[in-house]
């Protein structure tokens, strides 16, 4: 089967489910045609993600989510606006899909969230076969509980996400855990999609407290935590890093330029994993069995941390303490359970799209 990709390119977790995707695929004798990224101006797409796809990736415009509170929280409300203005920028991306879909001639679109291309199958509703792919539909589910009182952005991102999947002919939902009814109406609850390279780790506790920030004031807040604690080793990730491949703040304190496989290796060797609360890098880490610190930055990452927390994969905290998470270490278990349930995402997901 054919099988085309359009992918929400915020962040790094969409991209590395497509990577795993497309893997699972082709290793299967299947054929992926190509990947769709949408994107805005201020996002590169990782080297890695272009070096691991082996098909052509092509990028759009498309609407994001933007900061506020000096760069550290993210607004609904300011990133509808800015989407609004730039309209007529997503009508070019609308066509470009559009066009890209009679190019491509796929048996099955996959989407990894991406509003434009379900905007574009509720409209002109192409008879090409739509499966969406998210760990963002798990929440839609009937057995996921939020806590009370519940935060009133929450149902604004759960409008949001209804309207990346309206037309979907399957929604398959990523969750840290299996509910005891895996499906409601279109929803399919499967595994994470965590990389092949994960699984062969051998992993050890070094001293070492790892790290990945997407927005670049939490990088403040490390440093100011790292004045006052110097004699703990710190090693954080950034998108933000451009310049230089690793910046060493001193001898305790780097941060370094998002690179697949090296933020693996320091995963791997830590003692514990901050970040904002990201699913697929708590997937690793929990994974790993590495307790994690989450920090979220944005509605969607407090729902990650709910699940997170729930699934024992670690605390969520309202800034990067990490004192809060050296305190924890000694009370983290690491789950066999939720390995096994990784470890069969494969067959489950082949089950779903072949």
Known sequence: ????????????GHLTQAIVLSNILRKNGHEVTGILVGKNND????????????????????????????????S????????????????????????????????????????????????????????????QYFFLHPHFRFPKPRKPEISAFLYYSRLTCRRADKI????????????????????????????????????????YIVNPAFEDQIQEWHRNNPGQQLHFFSDRS??????????????????????LEVLATCKAYASTAGFESVCEAMYLGKPVMMVPAHIEQY?????????GAGIGNTGFDLSVLQ????????????????????????????
Not at 85 to 104: A, C, G, H, T, V
Not at 303 to 311: G, H, L, S, T, V
């Open 172 to 211: 398959l939902a990523l969750s840290l855990g299996s509910p005891p009814r895996y499906n409601s109406g279109k929803i399919t609850i499967i595994p994470p999609l965590i990389r092949e390279e994960v699984f062969a780790l051998e992993t050890r506790n070094e001293d070492v407290i790892a790290g």
């Open 242 to 263: 451009q310049d230089a491949t690793t910046e060493v703040v001193d001898a305790s304190l780097s941060f370094s330029k998002l690179n697949d496989r090296h933020f």
């Open 76 to 135: 609904l409300l300011k990133s509808v606006i800015t989407a609004f203005k730039k309209s007529p920028r997503f009508l070019n991306s609308y066509k470009f899909l559009d066009k890209k879909i009679e190019e491509y001639e796929p048996d099955v679109v996959i989407n990894f969230y991406e509003l434009i291309i379900s905007l574009l199958f509720e409209i002109k509703k192409p008879k090409t076969m739509f499966i969406c792919i998210g760990h």
């Open 1 to 12: 089967m054919k099988y085309l990709f359009v992918v929400q390119g915020e962040g790094r």
């Open 43 to 74: 996002v590169r797409i990782p080297a890695y993600f272009v070096e691991r796809t082996a098909c052509k990736v092509e990028t759009f415009d498309s609407p994001h989510l933007l900061p506020v509170e000096k760069n550290v929280k993210v």
């Open 327 to 354: 305190n924890y270490i000694p009370h983290y278990q690491p789950s066999p359970e939720f390995r096994k349930w990784v470890e069969s995402a494969e067959k489950r997901i082949l089950e779903q799209l072949t």
């Open 303 to 311: 729902c990650n941390m709910i699940d997170a927390e729930r699934a």
